[in-house]
Nanobody, 123 residues
Framework: QVQLEESGGGLVQPGGSLRLSCTAS????????MGWYRQAPGNQRELVGT???????RYADSVKGRFTISRKDAENTAYLQMNSLELADTAVYYC?????????????????WGQGTQVTVSS
């Protein structure tokens, strides 16, 4: 069982910045990748960005150049630095992790999600 605890959301004006944090804990064998997805009202959940253990990073085109994702593997923690925020960035941001979980046998891989943190960009 894996739990993802995320924080850092809030209300910010257009052009402002926020930093999200997410820490994975539980019966973890290995965290393969971490990142964030987001979901705005009436929309489907969409990729924001992810970072793999080897450092490979991917971003949605809509945030590329404005958002930066990083990771501290030893702490199973990821960070999302959001700069130049726009109204369209308003959403619930969900931490994501692809994790190998200890099972008593061979580790089992699965996807896990945080509870979400609200990011609101408004003037």
């Amino acid at each position: 069982q894996v739990q993802l605890e995320e924080s850092g959301g809030g209300l910010v004006q257009p052009g402002g910045s926020l930093r999200l944090s997410c820490t994975a804990s539980g019966n973890i064998f290995n965290v393969v990748a971490m990142g964030w997805y987001r979901q705005a009202p009436g929309n489907q959940r969409e990729l924001v960005g992810t970072v793999a253990r080897g450092g490979l990073v991917r971003y949605a085109d809509s945030v590329k150049g404005r958002f930066t994702i990083s990771r501290k593997d030893a702490e199973n923690t990821a960070y999302l630095q959001m700069n130049s925020l726009e109204l369209a960035d308003t959403a619930v941001y969900y931490c994501y992790a692809n994790v190998y979980v200890n099972t008593g046998g061979p580790p089992r891989v699965g996807d896990y999600w945080g509870q979400g943190t609200q990011v609101t960009v408004s003037s």
